[in-house]
């Protein structure tokens, strides 16, 4: 089950979006070896995790547990690549744009089961990133993400370099700025790995309160 957070409607999901921050510490910091300065007390949060910051959260089917999760941020604002890594973009200027969203913290719970099971989880939170973008008018996601990960990404979405792969030394790591296209065909690719390709995501993907007409408009406020 695929919900989406938007700032509006936070206070429904506190106990969830708290699951999502100690989830992301959990892979993120402990797993991963991020350093990352704002992230203690078992909570990975970081300063683009504000007010514009819009939440996917991949819930188990009695929306008890997190599974998984994904952050948007507006790149009319700065965001990570923009702020943080913007000499990583030597191919492409960091873009601004209403209409194209940084996707970020792209995270599954591990020891849930069997990698199988865990593959299935990560490619259902990537069918419902796609499916969210387009249903919400988000025409570009730019990444920073590393070699294996950016292939995966460019498996089912046409996807394009912002800069060259280049070592990251505070995390020991090389990384790929990244810019890909969520569209009917990235969708369609994407649920190809699922075990059910015609199984329903979406009927939790329009937020509570908010309809999928309103979605764009809700996104244009960033401009």
Partial sequence: MIEIVVPEIRYRYRELLEQMFCLRYEICI???GWQVPTAQ???DVDEFDNDEAVYMLLLSDD????LGCCRFNPTTSPYMISKLWPESCDLQHPPSSAKVWEASRFVVASGLGSRDHYLELMWQLSTGMCE???SAGIEKIVWYTDPPFYRTIASVMDTEPLGRPAYNATDDKTYIPGISKPNSDGIRRSRANLKNPS???TVAMTPLG???VQLPFYLEKAA
Avoid: D, H, I, Y
């Fill in 132 to 134: 969210f973008c387009v």
């Fill in 63 to 66: 929306r008890q547990e997190v």
């Fill in 30 to 32: 402990e797993k991963w």
């Fill in 41 to 43: 007390g078992g909570r």
């Fill in 199 to 201: 199984m329903n995501l």
């Fill in 210 to 212: 908010l309809s999928s």
